[in-house]
């Protein structure tokens, strides 16, 4: 993935996770939908839309984390998948501890290395 396809995709993201916001938002506030649905499921449809946009706030995070230069080192590297761990498992019952991040020392990392780290 180039530069630019890096770039749009977070835009596109950006895009649909604050569509998925405002929907949200405006629900949440009492306001009607734009399309008239009944409110059958309205709890269930607002918990998938939270769902989605915590998602693509994370993807758009790891996009944004991935092509800044200053994240090129192992140490940072460690910490961001710390806290992606801590994230995908919060609303779980999974208990996610993640320990040993601090002996990660800050070496250099090359960009290719962390784009296939973090492709696994």
């Known amino acids: 993935m180039n530069m630019r396809s890096n770039k749009n995709a977070a835009g596109s ?3 649909s996770m604050t ?3 405002a929907v949200s938002r405006d629900r949440h506030a009492g306001r009607p939908p734009q399309a008239a649905h009944p409110d059958t499921g309205l709890k269930e449809a607002l918990g998938q839309l939270a769902a989605h946009t ?3 706030a994370g993807d758009l995070e790891s996009v944004v984390w991935t092509v800044s230069p200053k994240n090129n ?3 940072r590297l460690a910490t ?3 806290q992606f ?3 995908f498992f919060r609303d779980t019952a999974v208990e996610c501890h993640v320990e040993g991040t601090e002996c990660i020392p800050a070496a ?3 960009p290719e290395a962390q784009h296939h780290t973090l492709a696994v």
């Open 85 to 87: 761990a801590l994230r």
């Open 80 to 82: 961001f998948i710390d």
């Open 19 to 21: 569509n998925s916001a």
């Open 73 to 75: 080192s192992w140490d």
């Open 54 to 56: 915590r998602t693509l």
């Open 13 to 15: 993201r950006a895009i």
């Open 108 to 110: 250099w990392l090359s």
